[in-house]
């Protein structure tokens, strides 16, 4: 069943819900609980999309007389991968960019993760675990089985915020955060709990670290990757509080149709199957297992290119915004504007540098440019807030001043077409853009949108620390000692210049 349809989709989630705690009792339909129904149904809307006639060429491709999504595509060409950027910017726009677990992120990690399967076998030589065990050919089998299936993946990589000053085996019990408990015939027990998956709403879950491991001693029992069923007996999502609230979608735009949950996820003592696992014991390859897989350049190059669909997506807002209330001939205002033009250019330039110094790794994948994609998923952390803050500034009280559709439709509604017309639109032309302007940044879903910008691929500070760390900064060194040492001959002192000259 590769490329699915939206309404298969719906059907394996109502037949596989995912063990989802929202409000204090279980999710037993997603597809039809008022906190996931939506969001379920906007998934659907994608997997439709994808095989749509005018998309159908750009979101999937070919392989074996079979079409399958266009992110499990392996690049082997940069043509191939301006193809995939493509595909990853039209797929942003469905949500304007506001859907950070689109499943063509995890799939990209699959991808690369299955091409590079050679990384995994490491942990058999390495000596971590006993012999036997393939994990390089789990790893491949998984790439092929969510490829076939066009699964929908979520993932958490990071042990719970307990106590930032110990390490998980330091706590008062070792396993608030996830670890091994023992191995069986069948496969792993592992327990605790990892943050923060994006979607729980996701066919499969995927287990990988992300945060360095440092733990004493070689063999970590937090040290581990493994793919399972959102469904897994004793796996269990807790989910933050929903924002969809059930409110028309001319009112909340955004919170209607894209509040893709965020869950923690605990295990209570679950059976990873052999054949699930990936890696385990070994810290080195657990701490190294994105970046030596090229999965994080992989992931990182989904996200500038759906950075460049949201950003874009701001730019037509605040241009709107500007248009409706007729603002543009403000200096200031221009100024704003060309800010978010800037970013959008910053952006859509350092998506082509990815793509053109992009080189075969060394499992035969092209792989975009580390240095662009490192600059891109620093920045766009640091400048997001000033988007929001732009649409805000622009928007001003309009952005707050937003009878519903009800009050519309009730006893006022003379009065609001009157008074909160503007020079371009009618109120109700009017009142939808801003809508949509504040569930973009000032509703509970644009603040969260806010934070998951400042974090999702993990703390900017320690983000910048890596940047640091890998950046090769020494010919720049060279360069500073090369010009102080340079020997410069004695300048000619300046001569007066007479008045006769
Ligand atoms: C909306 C949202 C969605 C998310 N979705 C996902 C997802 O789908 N999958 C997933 O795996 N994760 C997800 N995350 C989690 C994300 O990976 C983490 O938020 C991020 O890695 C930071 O970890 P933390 O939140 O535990 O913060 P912490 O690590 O607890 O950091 C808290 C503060 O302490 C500082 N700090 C802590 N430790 C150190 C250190 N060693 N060195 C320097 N400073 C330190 C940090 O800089 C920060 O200021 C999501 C987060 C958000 C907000």
Known sequence: MPARTGKQFLDRLRHNPPNLYIDGAAVTDPTTHPATKNIAHSLAGLYDMQLAPEFKDKLTYEDGGQRYAMSFKVPRTKDDLRQIGEAHRIRADYSLGTLGRAPDYMNTNVMAAGMASAYFDECESSGAIGSGRNF??????????????DLCLTHSLTNPQVNRSKQASEMPDPYIAMGIVRETEEGVIVRGARMLATLPIADEILIFPSTVIKENGDKSRYAMGFGLPTNTPGLYFQCREPFDLGRDTEDHPLSSRFDEQDAFVIFDDVLVPWERVFLMYDMTLANQAYSKTDAVLQMAYQVVNQKIAKTGAFLGLAQSIVQTVGSGQFQHVQQKVSEIIVTLEVMKALQVAAVEGAALNQYGVMTPARGPLDAARNYYPAIYPRLNE?????????????????DREGPLGAFIDKHLQAANATAEERLKLFRLAWDMTLSS????????????FGDPIRMASALYEVYDKEPFVERIQAFLNQDVPNQAVPQPVSADD
């Open 136 to 149: 390089a050919e789990n790893m491949r089998n998984y790439y092929d089985y969510v490829r076939e299936n």
């Open 390 to 406: 732009i649409i805000q500034l622009l928007g001003a009280s309009g952005i707050i001043m937003m009878p519903s559709k009800a």
């Open 445 to 456: 879903f644009g603040a969260r949108q806010n934070l998951y910008e400042k974090h999702f």
